[in-house]
């Protein structure tokens, strides 16, 4: 199947051809759904200090971005979560209603400043009981799992595209697509189905807990010889001529097989026409092969030119800090982001200017030093030298005459 990742490796082989070379850093996502098949934005914690800018190059739109030190989430994240993502996208639905939130036994979801928050705003927070989230929690019933197959299967082929080693500015890329594909209304209705808190069914997580033995039982066994079935084969001689038939795999392969054919097509006996019925059939497996490859090959290059354009889109952003609030969403990175963008425009074009104005400065100084030069060595070729007067006068004398027409010399009697 055209997209698929799926591969054929042998028994003692069963992780070899994982290639994704990745780093091992703790993202969390936060992650709800409703009982009638809905979810909300999620909400990412960064293992870090600050927001960078080349960590969110994919378009998310509604998505909450937080950081911590460990990448986990805190009281302070909970209650950001609460104000940000849950009231806000579940307010409006629920009309005034109360409003059931289920969540585990985590001490940040039970902080002073959650419950204040939840007791003024309707919301009743149930929480489950202590290791029962693998039976009773919806996301980890029919969510989680191909959640975690979707994203592995995107680091696959985020692999297959040429990318060495995954990180933190990979995420996006690999998490919005794995989202789209496992969180859906179908995996969410299952969830809640399975768990049996909507429609609300105990029976659906107490038949499949295993009941205590009240009293010991003895089975008793009968062993009986096993029948071992007899099977009988027949050989078919597809080749009654022993002419071993392969499908062309080369040109020159193929118009043999092409000469083959039109050779039987002019026979008329019945050998010839089984033999022409083999040969049209190793014909049509070889087109086969052929546009399966041509569709491979063609989905290879889109893909490979999906991955360069992202590509490009990270190494064209630095690794700049957008923000240092704890909580923020892509709509405010977003106008940082532009905020910053215009900042480095406008620094870049302030050096620009002083560039411009230092070679400039540059170029009238070496014109003025030139001209300077110039009018130094006329003067200096006008000026008398320092030495005794009688040279200077001879020197003059001689610039004089050299200055003075050429005359006939005269011969003067005394």
Known sequence: MLGSVKVLVGKDELRSYRGARVKRTVVTAIECISADGRSLNPMIIWPASTHRANWTTYPTPGWHYAYSESGY???????????????????????????????????????????????????????????????????????????????????????????????????????????????????????????????????????????????????????????????????????????????????????????????????????????????????????????????LQREQILFLKKINNEAKVRRATKSLVLGKAKVMSYEDLEEARAKRAVKEAAKEAKGKGKRDRKAESAVREAEATAGKGNLGWKRKNLEPEAGPPESRRTKVARMSEANEPARAPVARMR
């Open 73 to 295: 989430t805190d009281s302070k994240i909970s209650l950001e979560w609460l104000k940000r993502v849950f009231d806000p996208q579940t307010k409006e639905r629920a009309k005034q209603k109360p409003r059931i939130l289920i969540c585990d036994g985590f001490g940040t979801h039970e902080t002073l400043e959650i419950l204040e928050f939840i007791f003024a705003n309707n919301i009743f927070l149930c929480r489950l009981p202590s290791h029962a989230s693998h039976k009773l929690q919806p996301c980890d019933i029919a969510v989680f799992a191909p959640l975690k197959a979707a994203y592995r299967d995107q680091a696959e082929r985020l692999d297959r595209g040429g990318v060495g080693t995954i990180g933190k500015q990979h995420f996006t890329y690999l998490y919005s697509p794995a989202r789209e594909r496992a969180i859906t209304k179908r995996n969410i209705l299952a969830g809640w189905k399975a768990s049996g808190l909507y429609p609300f069914n105990p029976d659906k997580v107490l038949k499949d807990i295993p009941k205590p033995v009240t009293e010991p039982t003895i089975i008793k066994s009968t062993i009986t010889e096993p029948t071992i079935p007899i099977l009988k084969t027949c050989e078919i001689d597809l080749c009654p001529q022993g002419e071993v038939l392969q499908t062309p795999v080369t040109p020159e392969a193929l118009t043999l097989l092409h000469n083959l054919i039109k050779q039987d097509a002019c026979a008329e006996d019945e050998t010839s026409k089984q033999r022409l019925q083999r040969h049209i059939q190793k014909f049509a497996n070889a087109a086969q092969t052929c546009f399966a490859e041509r569709a």
